[in-house]
């Protein structure tokens, strides 16, 4: 799995944003505010991934437990399905 090519996430006045661009602008109207974490899965899920493989990153990155790396993750993929914003 990995995000939809036609989506830029940018920091803007310490936010980050991701909007659509080109053709994806068709099938997706509005944008979406990631917090630190949330900027960390996307660009996580940029290239084609497991969900496994996000996880460890995730381990790696954040001093946290795989229980709760793994219920984040489920959450946020959950959110980019629900939005049509992932390839599978």
Request: glycine share 6%.
């Amino acid at each position: 799995m990995k995000i939809k090519s036609g989506f830029a996430k940018r920091k803007i006045a310490g936010s980050n944003i991701v909007v659509p661009v080109g053709s994806a602008t068709k099938d997706f109207n509005g944008m979406i505010t990631l917090n630190d974490s949330g900027s960390f899965f996307w660009d996580s899920m940029v290239n084609d991934t497991t969900e496994e493989e996000v996880i460890k990153k995730v381990l790696e990155e954040y001093d946290i437990d795989e229980e709760t790396a793994r219920r984040d993750i489920e959450k946020f993929i959950k959110m980019l399905e629900d939005n049509n914003l992932l390839e599978k």
